[in-house]
């Protein structure tokens, strides 16, 4: 199959393809998604023989819409009503009980629960309202890659597998949603993103869990994306804090390949590289360093010779903790110490 890439004025095709059963990749202000019509159940099976994901690991619908949400959930509480007036469209994604029967299970992997997107994406909103149907739609990479922030990367991971991207260029926060738990009494972020629990709970008045439990490959986890590992390059990453700097280098400057090192201008400043060291620079801040995580990862990956990567580590609170949650996850949780490497 050859993909097509769409401009972004091209929607009308894009959606055709899609209310075809075909799957077409969509920006995100947070990350490109894989999306299908949510109604054919088969379009959504080849979701996840695209991607390579676990069936059991449910699908975020997006709507360009609050109605499309009530027709298909339980009655809304007030809370989740404000957190829809406050971050909608945005990169807030909320889990709701269905109404029986109404969604298949290729898109809640059997739960009686859905999770409901509104992006914010011009492109995307004008998309889902010409195919007339909530759209399925995870990140579109590969199952345990990065998530795509440009459509080169879901060229580079989907290509003569999807029908289409709709190309309008680079992603704004690069991270994905948060997902908010709404259909238990105490709200609970199950995914950290750019919506912070500090901003959820000034506008419910309510505080939010975010401690998730972590669980083994056997439990059926509450968010089931969170058991499987994520986000990985080939690379293996270390997160170096900030007194570690100096050690860290002083290691990669014994070692007799070239390094990867992922870090903001600000911490560039204040080190000596040593020159078998390849720098992939993440901005200016934790805002920057969110919208070029996935994209270093990535670029180091298509080098193929580098086999360790150093990046900053972040305190992890506001978008920090976003950050963090994807850098430990491409890490496998190792940080650099000199007695671990
Ligand atoms: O920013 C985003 O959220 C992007 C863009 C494309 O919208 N989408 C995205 O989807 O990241 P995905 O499938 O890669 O991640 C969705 C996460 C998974 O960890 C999944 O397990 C969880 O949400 N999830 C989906 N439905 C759920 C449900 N009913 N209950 C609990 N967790 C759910
Ligand atoms: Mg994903």
């Known amino acids: 199959m050859e993909t097509k890439r769409f401009s972004n004025q091209e929607i009308e095709a894009a959606a055709a393809a899609l209310r075809d059963g075909q799957l077409v990749a969509f920006p995100t202000e947070t990350v490109y998604g894989l999306g299908a019509d949510a109604t054919n159940e088969t379009a959504v099976k080849q979701v996840y023989q695209a991607k390579g994901r676990p069936s059991d690991n449910p699908l975020i619908v997006h709507v360009a819409d609050v109605e499309t949400v009530t027709t298909l959930t339980e009655p809304l509480s007030e809370a989740a009503k404000k957190l829809m007036a406050a971050f909608w469209p945005g990169s807030l994604t909320m889990i709701f009980k269905l109404k029986p029967n109404v969604l298949s299970k290729a898109v809640t992997g059997g739960l009686d629960t859905a999770a409901f997107r509104f992006p914010a994406n011009k492109t995307t909103l004008a998309l889902i309202k010409a195919l007339g149907r909530p759209m399925v739609g995870p990140s579109a990479n590969t199952s345990g890659k990065p998530s795509p922030t440009t459509a080169d990367h879901v060229l580079h991971d989907l290509s003569g597998k999807i029908a289409g991207v709709v190309d309008d260029g680079p992603t704004k926060v690069g991270v994905e949603s948060t997902v908010l738990d709404m259909s238990t009494d105490q709200p609970a972020i199950l995914r950290p993103g750019a919506v912070t629990p500090e901003q959820i709970e000034a506008v419910i008045k309510q505080t939010v869990a975010t401690e998730v439990h972590k669980v083994g490959a056997k439990e059926t986890p509450k968010a089931p994306g969170m058991k499987y590992k994520h986000y990985a390059p080939a690379a293996q990453v270390y997160i170096v804090n900030d007194g570690d700097w100096q050690s860290a280098l002083d290691w990669a400057g014994q070692q007799p390949v070239q390094i990867g090192l992922m870090a903001t201008k600000e911490r560039l400043a204040g080190l000596q590289l040593p020159t078998n060291v390849e720098v992939f620079e993440l901005g200016q801040n934790v ?33 920090g903790l976003a950050y963090m949650n994807r850098l430990k996850k491409s890490a496998g949780n190792v940080f650099f110490t000199t007695s671990q490497i």
């Open 287 to 319: 805002t920057t360093a969110s919208h070029l995580l996935f994209a270093g990862l990535r670029h180091f990956d298509d080098e193929g010779e580098i086999k360790d990567i150093l990046a900053e580590g972040f305190p992890a609170s506001g978008l």
